[in-house]
C-alpha cells in the first residue's frame, strides 16, 4: 500500500516524499503533538447523507501513534449499521437522483470536492498526521496526492466509453461501460486519504455508489472526506463511511448480499477472507496485498542518483507503505561500495514524532511496531548482519511506537525478512553476479507489486523491466509521485486488478453489450 515529489524526484508508490537523508539535529523544536487538532471529539460516520453514531453506541478509541495518547474516538460499528449503509447505497443507486446524472455532472461533484479538499487541506494533513503519525511533510505531500485523484476522475468521468461492433448484416452491436452497483471500499491505515481517492475517484466517476470501511486506526480522514462530499453536493447514500473493527463492519461488508463489488488494499490474509466472503455472492472484488519489492543496482548505475532513492523508498512512511523498496539487489563489483554508502545513510537516520518531521514517524500501533522490531530480532538471530541502524529521537514520548530504520548486508535469500513484508523500516541488501542472477532474485518472492531497476544500459533497461514480474518497473527512478495517473497493482500474492489512471475505471465498471436487429 504506498505515492509528489521527494527531495530524490522519486517517492515510493503511496505518498509524497519524504526527504531521503536525516534533517535531524539536537533538540526537537517546538514538538507539542499539535494536541489540538481533532482533541477530544467524538466523530460520527456517515450514513445516507447523514452523521450518525453506531447503533449500539458503542466507540473506539482514537490514539496517536506518536505517543500512544487517546485523542478522539469513531463509531464502533457492526452488522445492523452496515446494513443500514449497504442499503442506503443500493437505494441511491437504484433509484436516486444519482441513477440519472449524466457523466459529466459526476465529474463535477468530483471536481467540488477536489476543491474543498484544497481548501481544507492543512486541516487534513494534520488530521492525517495525528492520526497515522506520520511527519507532517507527508500528511501534506498525500492531501496533494488525494487532490490530484479526484481532479484525475472528475474529468475522467465523461471520457470513459463503450464501442460499436462490426456484427451479422442487418444488426448493430455495440457495448456501454455500466457501474456495478454498490462498490464496497475497505481501507488500509497507511495512507488513508490516498487510498481512499483512489477508490472513490473512480468508483464514484463511473456511477457506482460507495460504502467505505475505513481501518479502525485511521478512519479521521475517511470521515472529513465523505462531509466533504455532503458539502460538494453529492446525494444522500452515495458516499456512505462505516468505521469499526475489520472482524466485524469490514466482515459484514464484504458478505453483505448488496454489494456488488469489493476493492480492498491490506494485508494477504485478510485479502483472502474479503474474497471468500466475497464469493458467497459471487462478487467481483480488486485485490492490492502488498510487496516484496526489489530495486536493482547494476555495476553501470548512477549510484549518486540511486542512493538517496533507495532510502526514500523503505523509510517513506516509515516503511509502512505496499510498494516499499524492502530489498535492494547489488550488482557484486559495487556491492561494497553501495553497501557503505547506505550503511553512512541508515546511521543517520532518526525516528520521532510526527509534528517534529523528522526521516519519519512512529509505527501506526504497539501490534506493528513488535512486528517489525520481532522480524529484526529473528534476523539478528539468524546471523544476518546488521550494518547499521537509526536512531529513535531521545526527547519521543516513551508511550509512541518507535522502531529504528535497521540495514542489513549479505541477506539469505531465502530468510523471512528477505520473504516476508515487513511493513517497517527495515531494509535488505543481496549481492548478485549478472543479469540472470538478478532476474532470478527479484523475482524470488511470492510477490510482485513494483520493482526498481538501475542501469545505464539502454537494452538492459528493456530486457529487465519486461522480465522482473511486477506490476509497476521504474528504471532509474523508484515510485511516481502518486503515479494517479498510472495502472498500479500485483503479479502473485500481490493481488489482482488494477487501480489508478483509466484502468481503475474499467476495473469499477462492467461491460453491457446490446444488440439490434433492424433486419
Ligand atoms: P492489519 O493486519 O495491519 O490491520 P489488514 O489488512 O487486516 O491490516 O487491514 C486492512 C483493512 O481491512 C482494515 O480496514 C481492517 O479493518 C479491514 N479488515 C480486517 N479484517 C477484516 C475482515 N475479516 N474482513 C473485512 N475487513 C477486514
Request: charged residues 20%; glycine residues 12%; contains cysteine.
Amino acid at each position: 500500500m504506498l505515492d509528489s515529489a521527494s527531495r530524490a524526484g522519486a517517492p515510493a508508490g503511496h505518498g509524497t516524499g519524504a526527504g531521503p537523508e536525516s534533517i535531524t539535529t539536537g533538540q526537537i523544536m517546538g514538538s507539542h503533538l499539535s494536541t489540538t487538532v481533532a482533541e477530544g471529539l467524538a466523530f460520527m460516520q456517515i450514513v445516507d447523507g447523514r452523521k450518525v453514531d453506531s447503533l449500539s453506541g458503542e466507540r473506539i478509541d482514537v490514539a496517536c501513534p506518536s505517543d500512544g495518547k487517546v485523542f478522539a474516538s469513531i463509531p464502533a460499528s457492526g452488522s445492523a449499521d452496515v446494513d443500514t449503509a449497504v442499503k442506503a447505497a443500493h437505494t441511491a443507486f437504484s433509484e436516486g437522483p444519482w441513477s440519472r446524472m449524466p457523466a459529466f455532472e459526476r465529474g463535477r461533484l468530483l471536481t467540488r470536492l477536489f476543491n474543498l479538499i484544497g481548501e481544507h487541506g492543512d486541516e487534513l494533513a494534520a488530521l492525517e498526521s495525528r492520526d497515522t503519525g506520520k511527519p507532517v511533510r507527508q500528511g501534506k505531500a498525500d492531501v496533494a496526492a488525494t487532490m490530484r485523484y479526484y481532479e484525475f476522475y472528475g474529468g475522467a468521468a465523461d471520457k470513459m466509453h463503450g464501442d460499436t461492433i462490426p456484427f451479422l448484416n442487418g444488426y448493430t452491436a455495440l457495448t456501454l461501460r455500466e457501474p456495478h452497483g454498490v462498490v464496497a471500499g475497505i481501507i488500509p491505515w497507511n495512507y488513508p486519504l490516498q487510498i481512499l481517492a483512489r477508490v472513490a475517484g473512480a468508483a464514484l466517476a463511473m456511477g457506482n455508489t460507495l460504502v467505505v470501511k475505513p481501518a479502525e486506526d485511521a478512519s479521521l480522514s475517511t470521515i472529513r472526506i465523505a462531509e466533504l462530499a455532503l458539502e460538494a453536493g453529492f446525494p444522500a447514500g452515495v458516499f456512505n463511511v462505516i468505521t469499526g473493527y475489520g472482524a466485524e463492519a469490514g466482515a459484514a461488508l464484504s458478505a453483505h448480499p448488496l454489494v456488488d463489488y469489493v476493492t480492498f488494499t491490506g494485508s494477504p490474509l485478510t485479502g483472502t477472507r474479503i474474497q471468500q466472503a466475497a464469493a458467497v455472492n459471487n462478487r467481483g472484488v480488486t485485490m492490492e496485498l502488498g510487496g516484496k519489492s526489489p530495486q536493482i543496482v547494476f555495476a553501470d548505475a548512477d549510484l549518486d542518483a540511486a542512493l538517496p532513492v533507495l532510502v526514500n523508498a523503505i523509510i517513506q512512511n516509515g516503511g509502512q507503505t505496499c510498494s516499499a523498496g524492502s530489498r535492494v539487489l547489488i550488482e557484486k563489483p559495487v556491492y561494497e561500495a553501495v553497501a557503505t554508502a547506505l550503511e553512512e545513510r541508515f546511521s543517520k537516520l532518526v525516528a520521532g514524532p510526527h509534528d517534529a518531521d523528522l526521516d519519519l514517524g512512529p509505527m501506526i500501533n504497539r501490534k506493528q511496531m513488535e512486528r517489525v522490531t520481532g522480524y529484526v530480532a529473528a534476523a539478528e538471530e539468524a546471523g544476518i548482519p546488521v550494518l547499521a541502524r537509526g536512531s529513535v529521537h531521545a526527547d519521543a514520548p516513551a508511550g509512541g511506537y518507535y522502531a529504528p530504520p535497521v540495514l542489513f548486508g549479505s541477506v539469505d535469500p531465502q530468510a523471512a525478512i528477505a520473504q516476508e513484508e515487513v511493513f517497517g523500516p527495515v531494509l535488505s541488501l543481496f549481492a548478485f553476479d549478472g543479469e540472470e542472477e538478478a532476474i532470478r532474485l527479484a523475482n524470488s518472492t511470492e510477490y510482485g507489486l513494483v520493482a526498481g531497476v538501475w542501469t545505464r544500459d539502454g537494452a538492459r533497461q528493456h530486457r529487465v523491466a519486461k522480465r522482473v514480474r511486477a506490476g509497476q518497473v521504474f528504471v532509474n527512478g523508484y515510485g511516481a509521485g502518486g503515479g494517479i495517473e498510472l495502472p498500479f497493482g500485483g503479479f502473485k500474492k500481490s493481488g489482482h486488478g488494477r487501480e489508478k489512471g483509466f484502468e481503475a475505471l474499467f476495473d469499477m465498471s462492467a461491460t453491457k453489450t446490446i444488440v439490434f436487429n433492424h433486419g
